[in-house]
């Protein structure tokens, strides 16, 4: 039992960096209907952008962090700018900014691999390696940290998007762009937003989790995976459903890798496993959007 | 004519490597293999529009397949080849079944995922894929009585080449190819027009992933070794990008593709060293935002202007 929620404590934790992930996809998703495949290497840079400031530069945490959110906004808008917003104004089929993006991917990487040693950079812990101990349930400061972070940001994305005007003019846009467009929404604007706001989600992704792996430019790739796996199990309709298919993802995998019996390598095999399933089984995801109800 | 057009390519490309010497033949036999794997995957993403990064892990199915059949399992030759086919249409299916259920671009992530598991496999699967160091020490079998080596298996790799090509234009060419146009244009009015959208995506990425898969197979007896890193994403990758940079939906698009982004290495590493992907990747981004059509498209524009 003790081990369980240990274990708990650890996969929620993780559940929360790959609801993060969905959710850069999502906030890109909605408006546009692109899938962005670079989130995970916007965690990646984020994570190396962790490292030069915060174990290089030895900036205190708070700051950090802020300054690494603040270039990974920067990020994503810039990134709209040159690859996407050519090609929608152009009128270009959606394929066309999704293959851009995937150059774009290469070149994230490439950059990082070019200014960076190939080996894994450490990035510190913000309280450092303590233990943390609620009654039976017990687990590193870093993991509780993730959690609080993510369910933080959660509740602030849903409150703008259930609570403000401009999160309701992003909902008008996912739901119908010419309507909007009508409306008075800058589409060019939400777009925007929609993209720093995905490369902020990644990026915290990336910073959060690179204390337990380090950052190392090949880091990306399995995060996209798992990130797009919790999107599709929770569903694209729904902020909450990202965070839910996260959580999912993370306990079927350390479970499988604790206390089932094979090779601990093949826990990779369950995003694909667990994609399959829902993609075959219910494929719009456990929370239903509300406008497929209305 | 035509029969004879194909005779004289034939003779062309398979007389070739008898004036290479050995590091060049081995230079050409790749070049040859990646123009087949760019035209087969051509006829997924650029005519079907379906988007996968599984290409480059059925190539290594095929490879890893026909080694570990013949030589772990002692099966006979054209046994193995069979089951090794048989393998990837069912890897394929299993795929693209759920994957197509939904709209959007879910097969990219779905095979993303399978191309990574693929590596996991092979660098966990024991005595059975000789894990992180693959297999090795194997030797072509004798094909009824005959030793084939040198410059005449790469005579084999121009069959397979030409085979594909030829298949492929046979099928772009009849009403399925033009179905799987269709779906890539608007999935919607082929639906209307009687197009089964879903069955038309899964049969074309299960025939392009067997293609995959032969190729894999051929490709196991140039450096009579497998091994894990070779079949990574980052080919998968190299593959897509030489379809959109050569001109995506085009034969010829994607045979210019590969010869240039297999080549541009030997020419970029004097200069920059093994960081010639970031060019790839800045050639993708310019391709896209400049001429969606690539390569051959600017060919296209520049013989329109000077007619």
Redesign the interface.
Known sequence: MRDFLELSISAAASGCVYGLVALAYLLMIRPT?I?N?AVGEWAMVAAFGGYLLLSKLEWPYPLGMAAVLGFMFLVGWATER??VR??VERG?PL??????L??????FR??V??SFPPDPHPVPYPFGLGRLELGPVGGSYQSFFIIAVTLVVFLAVWLFFERTVAGKSFEAVAIHRRAAALMGINLSRVTALSFAGGAGAAGLAGLLVSPNISAHYLMG??L??QG??AL?IGGVGRVEGALLGGLLLAFAEQMTTRYAPI?S??A??V??LL???F??LR?TGLLRSRVAKA | MSALRWLAAFAVLAALPFFLGSYYNDVYRKLLLWITLALGYNFLFGICGQIAFSHFAFYGVGAYSIVIFLFQLELPFPLAILLGVALCALVALAVAIPSTRLEGFYLALATLALAQLFIVVLNEGGAVTGGTGGLANYRLPEVFGVRIAGPWYTVVIVTLLLGTLAVLLRLDRSWFGRACRAVRDNPQAAAAMGVDVARTKVVAFTLTSALAGIAGMVYAFVDNTVNPPIFGLDNAFLILFMVIVGGAGRHAGAVVGAILLFLLPFFLSPLIGHHHVLVFGLLVVAAMLVQPRGLIGIYDALRRRLA
């Not at chain 1, 995937?102 to 070149?107: A, D």
Request: glycine residues 10%; negative net charge; charged residues 0%.
């Open positions: 209907g899938i495949f040159i690859a050519p090609l270009a394929l066309a900014p999704i293959l851009a995937l150059g774009m991917l290469v070149v490439e950059i691999s070019v790739v399995p996209a995976i797009f796996t599709v090779p390598g093949y990779q095999g995003p694909l994609l399959m399933i993609l075959l494929p």
